[in-house]
């Protein structure tokens, strides 16, 4: 049985869940359960801390699990990422009070606080920055400066509305840039059935990405449509009751759907239809 761990909170955890659900895996109805068999597929899920799951990945307590790059690289383990799963995508950055720093050497001196102590303390040590000390926290770590535990902060960013409430501004280039991983031991053998959880969540993130393009074209512009859409490996091309037209079908990354949509009526396709993808192996 492949043993799968699980965020059980926080931002990772719920599209976690809806990902393995998506893929045809057995999820927990109740928050409180902290193991899921699911004999139908051949795995056990462990609900754990989404910090401490790279930590048991790289243990071999269980062989693969989801968590976050930026959780990864700070708990130092040596999992290793697997598959990028696209999403709690953010940037991990540097901040302060607005106006006051803009470069990372004036860092120098200065007290950072973090609830990343790991990835920050790497990350200058890389750029030969010392600071004075790193102050480990566990949330809120925008509020430290005014409480004056600290100078700077390092912090996930995403929209960018916590720091602008607590009147501080990134500077420097991006730490890193996170999305939730799949990740596993990098020693040792695949672990049994990875290689089937793999596909299938891969099935899961390209029927999200895709749309299905079905549209009819003149003959004549066959060739000119199927340069807008060629498709994943070739579109297919049917003929039609109308012998002058043909009937082109392909799959298109969901976010060019419009853009695509106008280049194909601008050449002269007419009926273009689009379709969600619900599953797919490519
Ligand atoms: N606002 C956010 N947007 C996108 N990803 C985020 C956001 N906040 C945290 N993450 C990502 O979620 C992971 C951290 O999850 P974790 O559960 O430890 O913290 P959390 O979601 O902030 O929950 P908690 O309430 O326990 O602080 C990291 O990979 C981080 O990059
Ligand atoms: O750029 P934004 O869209 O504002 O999101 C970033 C914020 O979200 C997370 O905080 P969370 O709400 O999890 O609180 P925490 O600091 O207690 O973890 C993160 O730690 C940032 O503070
Ligand atoms: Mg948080």
């Given at each position: 049985m492949l043993r799968i761990a699980v965020p059980n909170k926080g931002s990772l955890s719920e599209p976690a869940a809806d990902l393995l659900r998506e893929a045809g895996y057995r999820q927990r109805r109740d928050s409180r359960e902290l193991v899921l068999p699911d004999p139908d597929n051949d795995v056990e899920f462990f609900f754990l801390r989404p910090r401490d799951i790279a930590v048991y990945v790289g243990e071999g307590t269980v062989d693969v699990g989801i968590t976050g790059r930026d959780l990864l690289l700070d708990s130092a383990s040596t999992a290793t990422e697997h598959l990028r799963l696209g999403f709690a995508r953010s940037t991990f950055r540097f901040a302060a009070p607005a106006g006051r720093l803009t470069?990372?050497?004036?860092?120098?001196?200065h007290r950072v606080a973090t609830s990343y102590p790991v990835l920050?303390?790497?990350?200058?040590?890389?750029?030969?920055?010392?600071?004075?000390g790193i102050v480990r926290l566990d949330g809120a770590v925008e509020t430290a400066i005014r409480l004056g535990v600290a100078d700077v902060?390092?912090?996930?960013?995403?929209?960018?509305?916590?720091?602008r409430a607590a009147?501080?501004?990134?500077?420097?280039?991006?730490?890193?840039?996170?999305?939730a991983v799949l990740v596993c031991r990098a020693d040792g053998d695949e672990p049994a059935g990875l290689d089937v959880l793999t596909r299938r969540i891969q099935g899961v993130l390209t029927a999200q990405q895709y749309v299905l393009m079905d549209y009819d074209v003149p003959l004549a512009l066959v060739d000119q449509a199927v340069g807008i859409t060629p498709g994943l490996e070739s579109p297919t091309v049917s003929p039609l009751h109308n012998r002058?037209?043909?009937a082109v079908r392909a799959m298109v990354r969901r976010d060019e759907t419009n853009r695509v949509m106008d280049a194909l009526y601008d050449v002269g396709a007419r009926a273009i239809l689009v379709t969600s993808i619900h599953a797919c192996r490519l």
């Open positions: 470069d990372i050497a004036q860092i120098a001196g920050v303390a790497d990350y200058l040590r890389e750029h030969g920055v010392e600071a004075s902060i390092a912090d996930v960013v995403e929209t960018g509305t916590t720091l009147g501080l501004e990134i500077f420097g280039e991006p730490i890193l840039r996170s999305e002058e037209w043909a």
